[in-house]
Structures are given as C-alpha cells and as structure tokens.
C-alpha cells in the first residue's frame, strides 16, 4: 500500500522560502512523482512533476524559476524547494505518485494528505 505523508509547510513572508518534504512508503522508488496545490475555493493546480529516475522534471509557468523538485530515492522522498513566494502561493500542497507518466494530469493514482503553506504580504 502506498502512502505519502507531506511535511515542512507553515508560513512565510513574502519573499520568502519553504521545503516542503513527501515521506513516500509502500514500494514508490519507480513511481512518478508530482506536486500540486489547492487554494481556497480553487481547483487543484499542478506544480511539479518529476520521473521515478529524477531525470525528467516539470513545472507550471507559476513554479518556474521559483521552485524546485527533486527526489531521494535511497531516502523514499521526494522534495519541493519553493523560493521567492508569493502570497499567491498559499495553498494546500498535495504530493502525488504514480507508477506511469502523468506530469501535470491530476490522475495520480496515490495522493498524501497535504500541507497548508501560506505566504504572508
């Protein structure tokens, strides 16, 4: 059974940087990995995605040059480095994994609970 438990959310000032961390169990080292978000009264929005090898990575146009993915996987973990936040950014961070390619699609098989992250003005 796979699970994924986020961490390292909070809040932050504007300008600001968060790591945001996804323990991932449950046999995931060949999965594909993705990060999304839900703001309030929002849909779910795709922010990164990354391949099972950490070879292949993906952004939206809002994460790009702002933040990045990259994953551990001796450690199982996969991590968002989020940099110049906005307030925009305030979200609910969601970590996703799937055993074949998804990028930015929210059809991730597996999703953890979350991780509230908010960026003050």
């Known amino acids: 059974q796979v699970q994924l438990i986020e961490s390292g959310g909070g809040l932050v000032q504007a300008g600001g940087s968060l790591r945001l961390s996804c323990a991932a169990s449950?046999?995931?080292?060949?999965?594909?990995m993705g990060w999304f978000r839900q703001a309030p009264g929002k849909e779910r929005e795709f922010v990164a995605a990354?391949?099972?090898?950490?070879?292949?990575?993906y952004y939206a146009d809002s994460a790009k040059g702002r933040f990045t993915i990259s994953r551990d996987n001796a450690k199982n973990m996969a991590y968002l480095q989020m940099n110049s936040l906005k307030p925009e950014d305030t979200a609910v961070y969601y970590c996703?994994?799937?055993?074949?390619?998804?990028?930015?699609?929210?059809?991730?098989?597996?999703w953890g609970q979350g991780t509230q992250v908010t960026v003050s003005s």
């Open positions: 990354i391949s099972w090898s950490g070879s292949v990575t």
């Open positions: 449950g046999g995931t080292r060949s999965y594909h």
């Open positions: 996703a994994a799937d055993r074949d390619v998804k990028r930015s699609s929210p059809s991730y098989a597996y």
